[in-house]
């Protein structure tokens, strides 16, 4: 199963300068030129499946704008047989 990952973008402080969109390894992130932060911006979002959580995103934000999820997948548990 791969990797699932989210971002959550703090409106207040993105600026939309689009690094972390450039620098995005999966290319799932773009501008929402639908909406504005209350200081005029247009803030980073996801566009698609395919998010990892790698954080790369996050850590090319300047104004830390950015936290990055990711789902951790549950592994089954084996099952031991014993034979006689």
């Not at 409106?11 to 639908?34: D, R, S, T, Y």
């Amino acid at each position: 199963m791969p990797v699932k990952g989210w971002i959550e973008v703090d409106e207040i402080f993105c600026k939309g300068c689009e690094l972390c969109i450039n620098e995005c390894p999966q290319h799932v992130m773009a501008l929402n030129m639908m909406h504005l932060t209350p200081k005029g911006y247009h803030p980073v979002m996801l566009i698609k499946d395919g998010c990892t959580g790698c954080g790369i995103c996050a850590i090319e934000c300047p104004e830390a704008a950015l936290s990055v999820f990711r789902e951790v997948p549950v592994k089954s548990p084996k099952v031991l047989t014993t034979t006689t």
